[in-house]
C-alpha cells in the first residue's frame, strides 16, 4: 500500500474509533444496525441528546448514513455501513480528513492522488470493498472493527 494512502487511512481509522466511543460508549447514543437505521433513528437520538444536554464544545451534525463530529480534540466525518459497520470509509472521507489534518481553507481537494492509491490498493486486494454501499465504501482489513467490540457492548 502507498506510505502516504497508509498514514492517511491509519489516521481517519483512529479518529473514526475515537467517535465511535465518544458517541456510543460516552453519549449512550444507540448503535446503528444499518446505514439506514442510523438515517431513520440516529438522527432523532442526536436531536433528542440535544434537548437534554448542554454540548461542552463538541457539535454533532448528523446527514444520511453519517455524522460530523466535532469535537475539541478531533474532528471527523464519516458513514456507518450499510450493513451497520463502523470501520469504512469512502475516498471523499479521506480526502476531508486530510483536509481537516492539515488546517487547510476550502475547497477540499484535489484529491486525484487519494482515488488513485486506493485503486492500487483495491487491485492487490489490499481494500475491501464493502458490498451493497450506493457509494464505493472501502474497509482497511488491517483495521477492521466490529461493533461487538466496543467497550460498552454486551
Given amino acids: 500500500m502507498n506510505a502516504d494512502l497508509r498514514r492517511l487511512i491509519d489516521a481517519f481509522r483512529?479518529?473514526?474509533?475515537?467517535?465511535?466511543?465518544?458517541?456510543?460508549?460516552?453519549?449512550?447514543?444507540?448503535l446503528?444496525?444499518?446505514?439506514?437505521?442510523w438515517a431513520l433513528?440516529?438522527?432523532?437520538?442526536?436531536?433528542?441528546?440535544?434537548?437534554?444536554t448542554h454540548y461542552a464544545g463538541f457539535q454533532?451534525?448528523?446527514?444520511?448514513?453519517?455524522i460530523d463530529v466535532i469535537h475539541p480534540e478531533f474532528r471527523i466525518d464519516f458513514d456507518y455501513g450499510p450493513a451497520g459497520q463502523i470501520d469504512c470509509f469512502d475516498i471523499w472521507r479521506l480526502?476531508?480528513?486530510?483536509?481537516?489534518?492539515?488546517?487547510?481553507t476550502p475547497?477540499?481537494?484535489p484529491y486525484?492522488?487519494?482515488?488513485?492509491?486506493?485503486?492500487?490498493?483495491?487491485?492487490?486486494?489490499e481494500?475491501?470493498?464493502?458490498?451493497?454501499?450506493?457509494?464505493?465504501?472501502?474497509?482497511?482489513p488491517t483495521r477492521l472493527r466490529c461493533p461487538a467490540d466496543l467497550p460498552c457492548s454486551g
Fill in 14 to 30: 483512529t479518529t473514526q474509533d475515537t467517535a465511535i466511543d465518544f458517541l456510543h460508549c460516552q453519549l449512550g447514543i444507540p
Fill in 32 to 37: 446503528p444496525t444499518s446505514g439506514l437505521d
Fill in 41 to 52: 433513528n440516529g438522527h432523532l437520538a442526536i436531536r433528542d441528546l440535544t434537548r437534554a
Fill in 60 to 66: 454533532l451534525q448528523p446527514h444520511g448514513y453519517g
Fill in 95 to 104: 480526502a476531508l480528513h486530510r483536509h481537516h489534518l492539515l488546517n487547510d
Fill in 107 to 109: 475547497p477540499v481537494g
Fill in 112 to 125: 486525484d492522488d487519494i482515488d488513485a492509491w486506493v485503486d492500487d490498493s483495491l487491485s492487490c486486494g
Fill in 127 to 140: 481494500l475491501i470493498v464493502v458490498a451493497d454501499t450506493y457509494d464505493a465504501f472501502y474497509q482497511d
